[in-house]
Every structure is written in C-alpha cells, then in structure tokens.
C-alpha cells in the first residue's frame, strides 16, 4: 500500500493519535518485526496490525512498510516513534520523580536472571521484599547473557542479574546502570569414587564437564588450565549448574562451579576439593538507568544484597 491509497487532504487533517497505537509502533520500532512487537506487548500479532492500521488511517500516511522480512518505518513512522519515544522518556522521568516525592516503595519491577540466582537468591530475596515492601512485585523471567541484556535495552524488563568470571571487565553501556551484588568463589569438584586429588595434575588425563569457551564455566576452566599448562578434556558441555553436577555425581567427569551452585547439592555424591581457584564469578545486576532510582527498584537490590553470600 502506497501514500496515494490513504485519503487525507494538505489542508489539515483530524488525527487522533491513540495512545495505546502509539505504543503498538514503538513497540514495532524495537523489535523490528509486527510479532516481536506483539510478544513484548503481550496481545496478538493480528492485533498489533490492526492497531497500526488504525493508526496510518488516522495519520493518513504508511507508518510501517511491510514488503519485507522485517517491518521497516517510513519516515513518518520515524518521526512519529521518535516523539513517542521522548514522550516515554519523560513519562519514565516523571514516574521517578514522584516516586521521589512520596518515598514510597511501590509497582512492579521485572527481572530476568538464570536458574541458579532465581533459586539461590531471588526466592530468598522476594520473601524478604513481601515482608519489607508489601507493595513492592517482582516478576521473574528466566532469561540470560545476551538476549537478557537485549530485553534490558528494549525496555521489557527491569534488571537483569549476569555473570562473568570476575577477571573479565564489564561490558555495560551508557544506559545501563551495573549494580556489583557478590564475588561467588568457584570450586573444583570431582566424582567421589575418584582417588584423592592434591593437584591438577591429577586431572591431567581427565575428563571434564563445563560449558563451551564462551560460557562463563567455559571460560574459567580454560584460564585454569591455561595457567597450569593444561589442556581440558571436555567430554560433556553443559550450562545448567544441576545438570552438571549430576553428570559428576555420576561420575563421568571433574567441574568447575561457583559456591552458590552447591547449596542444594548432596555432599556424599561428589567431592569438593581444595584445589585453589583464582578469582571468583561476579554477579551484577544491570539496571535501565531510566529506572535505577525508582524506590520499587531500589527495594529490590537491596534485598538483593541482604541474602547474597558474605
């Protein structure tokens, strides 16, 4: 559909830019795509069309152009998602400044984070905001690295925990606020019907499990053995700390995990030992920092900080 298919005269026209319209083609400014658009609003993507079409009625010009792949703004639709935008901005500036005035610690705040910080930390941490800030939701999505910090910037959660190996600098952006929760000490752990280990050399020729070398557990198993002069025997790759540690209660191989992953773990299946690890996986949470200092978000981390490891 071109301009010349939209009835509109230069003379004026009586637009009514809906809001909620209005959001369906930021949303589609985001995501790129009419269904990603629909997902992060949470309806369907017959309705995100509808609504744009409503909305390019009502301006009477093509906001989206749709012949491709990925839905493309017109320039209308460039200039018109832009003010949204800045609309939004001062929305959000306004939403913290009264926040500010009351004091009062209320609203939803959205997290995405992986299993281990979900069961570990915020569970533990969630109890203690009902009790502290009763107004106070948190809703988790279990979600992370790149795609989580990807949601971050398009604005569909609030924070994101993440983790690093913490030789590794952060690689946060300008809109992004890095709140350092803990420094969680890894440990060596190997099946225990294997004979005592007093060095890495006894786990020369061994088998190990771990993630692959851009995997946080990857990538300190690779500095590990890099240091020491040896090359890992990866035998099994995977990412989800239990799924691991049952491969090696098993006995099919030696890990590297953080502290925080054996919490739950039964000790007579495995053997943790006392091999020396340098350094430590960082945990951070990264803030909007349109949102860093909103009173919902400020309750969270510090609950956050109340039940991470000392």
Same mark, same amino acid.
């Given at each position: 559909?071109? +301009?010349?298919? %939209?009835?509109?005269?230069?003379?004026?026209?009586?637009?009514?830019?809906?809001?909620? /319209?209005?959001?369906?083609?930021?949303?589609?400014?985001?995501?790129?795509?009419?269904?990603?658009?629909?997902?992060?609003?949470?309806?369907?993507?017959?309705?995100?069309?509808?609504?744009?079409?409503?909305?390019e009625h009502s301006v009477g010009r093509?906001?989206?152009? $749709?012949?491709? /792949?990925?839905?493309?703004?017109?320039?209308?639709?460039?200039?018109?998602?832009?003010? !949204?935008? &800045?609309?939004?901005? @001062?929305?959000?500036?306004?939403?913290?400044?009264?926040?500010?005035?009351?004091?009062?610690?209320?609203?939803?705040v959205r997290v995405a984070a992986f299993?281990? !910080?979900? $069961?570990?930390?915020?569970?533990?941490?969630?109890?203690?905001?009902?009790?502290? %800030?009763? *107004?106070?939701?948190?809703?988790?999505? +279990?979600? +992370?690295?790149?795609?989580?910090?990807? @949601?971050?910037?398009?604005?569909?959660?609030d924070v994101t925990i993440t983790e690093?190996?913490?030789?590794?600098?952060?690689?946060?952006?300008?809109?992004?606020?890095?709140?350092?929760?803990?420094? #969680?000490? %890894? $440990?060596?752990?190997?099946?225990?019907?294997?004979?005592?280990?007093?060095?890495?050399?006894?786990?020369? *020729?061994?088998?190990?499990?771990?993630?692959?070398?851009?995997?946080?557990?990857?990538?300190?198993?690779?500095?590990?053995?890099?240091?020491?002069?040896?090359?890992?025997?990866?035998?099994? +790759?995977?990412? *989800? %700390?239990?799924?691991?540690?049952?491969?090696? &209660?098993?006995?099919?191989?030696?890990?590297?995990?953080?502290?925080?992953?054996?919490? *739950?773990?039964?000790?007579? @299946?495995?053997?943790?030992?006392?091999?020396?690890?340098?350094?430590?996986?960082?945990?951070?949470?990264?803030?909007?920092?349109?949102?860093?200092?909103?009173?919902?978000? #400020?309750?969270?981390?510090?609950?956050?900080?109340?039940? !991470?490891?000392?």
């Open positions: 559909m071109n +301009e010349n298919s %939209y009835s509109h005269t230069s003379a004026g026209l009586n637009m009514d830019l809906d809001p909620r /319209r209005l959001a369906v083609l930021a949303a589609i400014a985001r995501r790129g795509t009419l269904a990603g658009a629909a997902a992060a609003l949470h309806v369907t993507p017959s309705a995100v069309s509808q609504q744009l079409a409503a909305l093509p906001l989206v152009d $749709r012949t491709g /792949r990925r839905a493309v703004l017109t320039a209308a639709g460039r200039i018109l998602a832009y003010r !949204v935008e &800045a609309i939004a901005r @001062e929305l959000a500036e306004a939403e913290q400044e009264l926040a500010a005035m009351s004091g009062r610690a209320a609203g939803q299993s281990t !910080v979900i $069961r570990h930390l915020l569970v533990p941490a969630m109890a203690l905001l009902s009790s502290s %800030y009763p *107004d106070v939701v948190c809703s988790i999505t +279990e979600l +992370e690295g790149a795609p989580a910090l990807r @949601e971050l910037r398009l604005g569909g959660i690093r190996d913490a030789v590794l600098r952060s690689t946060a952006s300008r809109s992004v606020t890095v709140v350092p929760l803990c420094d #969680d000490p %890894y $440990r060596v752990v190997v099946p225990v019907a294997w004979p005592p280990i007093h060095s890495y050399a006894d786990l020369a *020729d061994r088998p190990w499990v771990a993630g692959s070398s851009h995997s946080t557990t990857g990538q300190i198993l690779d500095r590990v053995c890099r240091e020491r002069g040896l090359t890992p025997r990866r035998v099994h +790759e995977c990412l *989800d %700390y239990p799924t691991v540690l049952t491969l090696v &209660a098993a006995g099919h191989g030696a890990t590297i995990v953080p502290d925080l992953a054996l919490r *739950d773990v039964n000790r007579d @299946e495995i053997t943790v030992t006392a091999l020396p690890v340098a350094g430590a996986r960082r945990l951070d949470a990264h803030v909007t920092a349109g949102r860093a200092q909103l009173p919902a978000v #400020d309750a969270l981390l510090a609950c956050l900080k109340a039940v !991470v490891p000392q």
